[in-house]
């Protein structure tokens, strides 16, 4: 008698806890999937286990057919790298080859900020500068960044020192920076320095939070604003294939597609070839930044 309790205790045992074991996994891949509207900032930081639990199947791109057709109403494209500033030689060579249309932005203070800046004028890249700014969490944005709540008079005169690395920059754009972008008052001293030095701002919308939108509309300025992180939550086929699958609901759309991606590694420039054949044989156009400008909404 005691050992058919025992053996009933332990299949209840297994029975209630047991099955907890898979909805914890359900969520950690959903969690994943859902890294769309996430910065990579985060992404970076999160815990090797969890970007494993991501489940999508491995489709090589050159197998994917897509089903578009060239007279889909599809906007034009405008694809920005992020973080250029350490990567050197051959690779950093091999990003200044990939079209003219594509937007280098580059980050200050570091190594090969002003190499870059210049390789990019070379090759016909636009620029601008990937100003760090203040995340939300532990993050490092880097050893002089824009914080929240920092005097007007700093900021000038931070962004002023930005621009002096990198004259050629038509545009600027936030390095993390969702405690910034999120605070009214201090991303409107931002907007409104970039304006004096004759700088476009691009919303990396790092936060469904951004207060760039409304502090566009008082000042009066015009701005872009990030649509996809090719990259998130990793640059894998399936990855690049589902960012493409998803062009559909740009369909009719006025304003060009806004991408962003990064140049950490060969990874990620072997990806966003892939992507850039894969979209333009589509018949997406691809454009330059001050032309996207051109072609956004008034504030």
């Not at 992404?43 to 286990?49: G, H, I, L, S, T």
């Not at 639990?53 to 034009?76: E, G, V």
């Not at 000038?156 to 545009?171: C, G, M, S, T, V």
Request: hydrophobic share 40%; with cysteine.
């Amino acid at each position: 008698m005691e050992k058919k309790t025992i053996i009933l205790l332990l299949i209840t045992f297994l029975m209630l806890f047991g099955c907890k074991v898979k909805p914890q996994d359900d969520k950690d891949v959903k969690e994943v999937q859902n890294l769309e509207n996430v910065y990579p900032e985060e992404v970076e930081e999160a815990p090797a286990d969890t970007v494993k639990a991501n489940k999508s199947p491995k489709i090589k791109i050159s197998s994917y057919q897509y089903t578009w057709s060239k007279n889909d109403n599809l906007p034009p494209m405008l694809i920005v790298i992020d973080d250029f500033g350490d990567a050197a030689g051959e690779l950093l060579q091999d990003f200044a080859n990939l079209p003219p249309e594509i937007a280098f932005a580059i980050l200050p203070d570091l190594p090969q900020t002003e190499t870059t800046a210049k390789l990019a004028k070379k090759n016909g890249h636009e620029v601008l500068i990937h100003v760090p700014m203040q995340p939300e969490g532990k993050a490092n944005p880097g050893r002089r960044y824009i914080k929240k709540g920092m005097k007007a008079s700093d900021i000038n005169e931070l962004i002023a020192d930005f621009h002096r690395q990198i004259p050629n920059a038509i545009a600027a754009n936030n390095h993390m920076g969702s405690a910034v972008t999120a605070d009214y008052a201090t991303i409107s001293a931002v907007m409104e320095k970039l304006n004096d030095e004759g700088l476009i701002f691009l919303d990396s919308a790092t936060t469904p939070k951004s207060a760039v939108p409304s502090a566009a509309n008082n000042l009066g300025m015009k701005t872009l604003n990030r649509d996809l992180f090719l990259d998130v939550p990793d640059i894998s086929d399936a990855t690049i294939i589902s960012k493409i699958q998803g062009l559909a609901k740009f369909k009719g759309r006025n304003e060009p597609i806004i991408i962003i991606t990064h140049c950490h590694n060969r990874a990620k420039l072997e990806g966003l070839q892939k992507f850039i054949s894969q979209v333009t044989d589509m018949g997406i156009k691809l454009i330059p930044l001050s032309k996207a400008y051109r072609s956004a909404p008034p504030a």
